[in-house]
């Protein structure tokens, strides 16, 4: 372990040469640019309070959201995964992606899944029926690149990418892969991204046709189009849960996909 270690250890360490702090002072220092970038994500991803009227807002969502997901796909979706399945998850993954903390890839364990795949099954099934992962598993490396400019300054200029361990990849595909056959079933043929057999470009079509209409028909016309910053990242937890508990999605499901954020850690 240690060998692979030192043989990936030059990929890792921020390209930031400088950050403004808070009060439009411009950081060189290492351990000031890494303290400047952990209070703008805390800021940012740690939770807040939640209040009376946050709680009463997600209870009128919640209203309104119907059971959608049948018994038997519910059985589907919580059944032990199966050793094929996992080899279908890491093989669906990028072959050379970087390698997190465990520094193992893909292809280390299409090598040797003879020799690791049943343990690997063991493992991942604990994890979905417990909704707990060993921390070392879950551990990952956080790394900072630039959505343009090298050399800004400003924190929110950079893209915080997570190196995960393979295990964990490999844990999270195989979930992904089973919750592509429930998508079609719950999500809005509004929306257009994201899901298999749908395209955003969808959106430019729907736009000229509106717009086509609306003039035939004499109409007037109001397109709005609205983009939330850091969306994913603002969403709570907590809200997901609640919401896919109400959407009929079984209490076991819901505990093996927490287990992939609850028990994660960066550094």
Wanted: hydrophobic share 40%.
């Amino acid at each position: 372990m240690e060998f692979f270690k030192c043989t990936t250890k030059k990929f890792f360490g921020s390209p930031i040469q400088a950050l403004l702090d808070d009060s439009g002072q411009l950081c060189r220092d290492a351990t000031e640019i890494r303290m400047i970038a952990t209070r703008y994500y805390e800021h940012l991803l740690t939770a807040e309070p939640l209040s009376q009227q946050v709680m009463e807002c997600r209870n009128q969502i919640w209203s309104h959201i119907n059971e959608i997901v049948p018994p038997n796909m519910n059985r589907k979706l919580v059944v032990p995964f199966s050793s094929e399945e996992l080899r279908t998850a890491f093989s669906a993954l990028p072959k050379h992606s970087c390698p997190s903390e465990d520094s193992l890839s893909v292809t280390f364990f299409q090598e040797y899944w003879g020799i690791i795949g049943e343990r690997l099954k063991l493992v991942c099934n604990e994890i979905f029926e417990t909704g707990h992962m060993p921390v070392p598993m879950a551990a990952s490396l956080i790394y900072m690149i630039p959505k343009g400019d090298r050399q800004s300054a400003d924190v929110s200029k950079w893209r915080p990418i997570t190196l995960l361990n393979t295990v964990y990849k490999i844990y999270a595909k195989a979930l992904s892969i089973r919750f592509l056959e429930v998508l079609p079933f719950i999500i809005h043929s509004a929306q257009t991204g994201f899901v298999k057999e749908r395209s955003i470009l969808d959106n430019i079509f729907t736009f000229w046709e509106a717009v086509a209409i609306a003039k035939k028909s004499n109409q007037e016309l109001a397109i709005l189009l609205l983009d939330f910053e850091k969306a994913y990242d603002c969403v709570e937890w907590s809200f997901l849960e609640g919401t896919l508990i109400k959407m009929g999605f079984s209490a076991r499901w819901v505990r093996g996909v927490s287990s992939l954020y609850y028990s994660a850690t960066g550094s």
